[in-house]
């Protein structure tokens, strides 16, 4: 086949999605806007599409001689206009396949903006008239990073997560699935839900962050308001303080324990768990 195009490609997910596709031997294009970070993240060898989601003409170069498209972005305001240019852009370059990195629940109206965005994406896609697929991924274990600076000062892990059981997920298994879907048949129209192998707690993430770095982690259970009132201390702006508060009332409620056994169907191999996650990424939690 002709190269994928990989948009979002120094993300946790879509650098894995890279890997993944050079594994099996199929030519990658990364849409990157920054060379040096990209060839650090995804080495030398990688052949490089730079533009900007804001740019057509960036599209249209990228695009050129591309069979599948794997798409994602940053979260942001400007989620829904950066991919469905990209959309766009494919439909004009008669691209075969989109597999689309979305979340847990695509809810057009959601009061969690990453839902409600990922929602007004998917309609747009659907309506494109190229075969689609999406792949619907948990809690990204990755997500754990945003918390290693305070990890590495404190020894603690807070957040308003309560007793909720999230079945993450590693970028590593997502990238693997994607991988699947960009260059095998019988995928097209099909919705895939991705999970990790259980659903674990915050107190089981500390227990595991404990065993990986050889010192004693906690978690520490905070408030909605204790969290907002940290979030916007540090400087997230205010949506992203919004959506993460509101994301964790919703894993509080159950939205992110259901587990499933996509990620085996997919790709033949049992997804990875947390504790094998974090000995590979101890070293970002490590005391400084």
């Not at 829904?80 to 852009?89: G, Y």
């Not at 907002?228 to 919004?242: I, M, V």
């Not at 994301?247 to 768990?273: C, H, I, Q, W, Y």
Request: proline share 4%; hydrophobic share 50%; with cysteine.
């Amino acid at each position: 086949m002709n190269a994928v195009l990989v948009a979002g490609a120094t993300g946790n997910v879509g650098r894995t999605v890279v890997a993944a596709l050079q594994a099996r031997g199929t030519p990658v294009r990364a849409f990157v806007r920054d060379e040096v970070a990209a060839r650090r993240l995804l080495g030398p060898g990688t052949e490089l599409a730079l533009g900007d989601f804001r740019d057509p003409a960036s599209l249209v170069r990228a695009l050129r001689g591309v069979d599948a498209v794997f798409l994602t972005s940053a979260d942001g305001p400007e989620k829904v206009a950066h991919e469905t240019a990209v959309i766009d852009a494919a439909v004009a370059a008669s691209v075969g396949r989109i597999v689309k990195l979305s979340s847990p629940h695509a809810l057009i109206g959601s009061d969690l903006v990453f839902w409600d965005w990922h929602g007004r994406i998917e309609q747009h896609l659907r309506a494109s008239g190229v075969p689609v697929v999406c792949l619907r991924a948990g809690f990204l274990m990755s997500n754990l990073l945003s918390a290693a600076d305070m990890i590495s000062a404190t020894g603690r892990i807070a957040a308003p997560a309560g007793e909720a059981r999230i079945a993450m997920i590693d970028p590593l298994d997502v990238g693997a699935c994607a991988a699947v879907t960009l260059t095998t048949d019988g995928h097209a129209g099909r919705t895939y839900r991705l999970t990790g192998p259980q659903a674990v707690s915050y107190h089981a993430v500390a227990a595991a962050l404990s065993a990986a770095t050889g010192r004693s982690v906690q978690y520490v259970n905070v408030s909605d308001e204790d969290a907002r009132a940290g979030l916007s201390a540090s400087g997230a702006p205010d949506w992203l303080t919004a959506a993460l508060v509101t994301m964790f009332a919703k894993l509080r409620n159950g939205a992110g324990e259901d587990t499933t056994g996509t990620v085996r169907s997919l790709t033949g191999r049992r997804p990875r768990t947390v504790a094998e996650w974090l000995v590979d990424h101890a070293h970002a939690f490590a005391v400084g």
